[in-house]
């Protein structure tokens, strides 16, 4: 087990047990997940220094400011979550897409995890629209 997968775990469930949700409740929980992730997050430059790996801080920036952006938007409308949950996922779907942070080589590599290249195939004639809009083209 690698020290940033041991920091997150740690923290997270000392801060889920003991310290936020009996005190704070629902807000304890998303708390002690955001403060594992964080010290995981600190965790990770040194590890992948070790094993050779170069963290692309410019594309790891973007991937994690367009949620959080749409979310802080999101939040100070008040928005429900039922009604939030949907445009947050299509927003940044939207922006990954525009933004080329997810390519359509990405899209087809999990499709095809997913399903077989014929069922890929047959699927992209239905869904091309959806695509080239995602797409911009």
């Known amino acids: 087990m690698s020290i940033a997968i041991a920091a997150h775990i740690f923290t997270k469930v000392l801060a889920y047990l003991a310290l936020l949700v009996p005190f704070l409740g629902e807000l304890g929980v998303a708390a002690s997940y955001s403060i594992g992730f964080l010290i995981a997050l600190t965790a990770i430059p040194p590890s992948a220094l070790k094993i050779g790996y170069r963290v692309n801080w410019l ?15 999101l939040f100070f409308f008040n928005s429900p979550w039922v009604l939030a949950l949907p445009i947050l996922l ?7 897409t525009r933004l080329r942070i ?3 080589s990405d899209l ?16 992209y004639s239905y869904t091309r ?7 911009g083209e």
């Open 108 to 123: 087809l590599e999990v499709s095809q995890a997913f399903l077989s290249k014929e069922s890929v195939s047959r699927m």
């Open 59 to 73: 594309e790891t920036i973007k991937i994690l400011a367009i949620p959080t952006s749409l979310t802080i938007v």
């Open 90 to 96: 299509l927003s940044s779907l939207l922006a990954y």
């Open 129 to 135: 629209p959806l695509i080239r809009l995602m797409y």
């Open 102 to 104: 997810v390519t359509k």
